[in-house]
């Protein structure tokens, strides 16, 4: 698969809230930045994170492949220090390969699941 | 309708929960990719899944028109495989004329509905 | 105000829910396209639905205005014909003069509220 | 740290609504327009609003920074005139360094939290 994408990328908004109405992982307050390397599909898809090649004709021409994914959960980070909840941040990526990053948050501080997702900003 | 768009793009973030509060397959958590082929149009409304065209004159010189459609739900996916509930995935796509995509999220795990969209990353 | 954004601008993703938990307006099910036009911002300001323009210094140089803006009520639209509900549909919109373009749905089928929104795809 | 960004950006949407079912300042309903300066990240990081500089490395040589980031807070906007609540606005920010512009909307009107947020629309 050819690489799409850009080598560097910044999320401007970034907020854990320290809070969730479960403790179930998948539902726990968090953030991610959702990283697809395009062109490392072939090897990335031999990790357990990826998932088979998939494509499909479309009426118009339309070829759909599933890509290699690198979900970077801003809660898990360590180093050099957690992100504090709570606190506004932002971050910014640079790759050595062409890549595309996803901004998503899931706040569960009611009983209820709130989403937020955009496209990150790229840059060449 | 000119055509608007670009022949390949890529949706970072995927995942469908696997748990539905409703059975409503309007309900049932699910991914889609909108893709808008908008010079197909004359061709594509007259599938069920299009509208007729609508020209709209605003103040400012404004057009707008209803494009042609084809609502790409994840969940429906069965070459080759279906896609994996609970798993996070990507997907790219080609095409041989400019289209227009966007993805969205429809998570309905607990008894609200929640809901998360955007633009994708398209490159010429 | 110098004039920002692109003439050509498409949603692929359309979709009015028939169904809504309120009769407020405000809240009741729909979708938007929001269209500024900064260039006209003086001229716009005058129309009930925009505001007076506001400059803000900000310590990295930052200015910030209040725009012009049309505010596109998908659920409003009557000619040639009114969106169908609980359909699929997308739209371009053509102007001549540079606009951007953001899509917002509000979906109240159930007794919350879900949003999503995202700046369109646009081109020169 | 490089800039990354540009230094015109617009957001088409704003829409503060009135109500809000908590009054802890965090669950208001409100609007944020969040500015990542990239550059100024080792100044910023003085400012109390800001996080250490984080670096790091993961399997596709990708680092990993947080950044340097201005939380504008819609609702609390004074000069010259507070944002009208429930009233359609829109926004231009210039910068005279390269910047980043994400939008979000929290609202509360009932019981529970949505959310939306798109990557605004930048410009040169």
Not at 37 to 60: C, K, M, Q
Not at 93 to 120: K, W, Y
Request: with cysteine; aromatic share 6%; hydrophobic share 35%.
């Amino acid at each position: 698969m050819d690489a799409i994408g850009r080598k560097r990328w910044a999320i401007a908004e970034g907020h854990i809230p320290s809070q969730s109405s479960f403790t179930d992982r998948a539902l726990i307050s968090h953030e991610t930045a959702c990283i697809l390397n395009a062109a490392a599909a072939s090897r990335t898809l031999r990790s357990p994170s990826s998932l088979p090649t998939a494509i499909r004709s479309a009426p118009t021409g339309l070829r759909y492949r599933r890509g290699a994914l690198l979900h970077l959960r801003f809660n898990d980070l360590t180093e050099p220090s957690p992100v504090p909840r709570d606190t506004d941040f932002s971050s910014v990526f640079e790759s050595d390969v062409p890549i595309v990053v996803q901004h998503t948050r899931l706040d569960s501080r009611h009983a209820e699941v709130s989403l937020l997702s955009t496209t990150a900003y790229g840059e060449s």
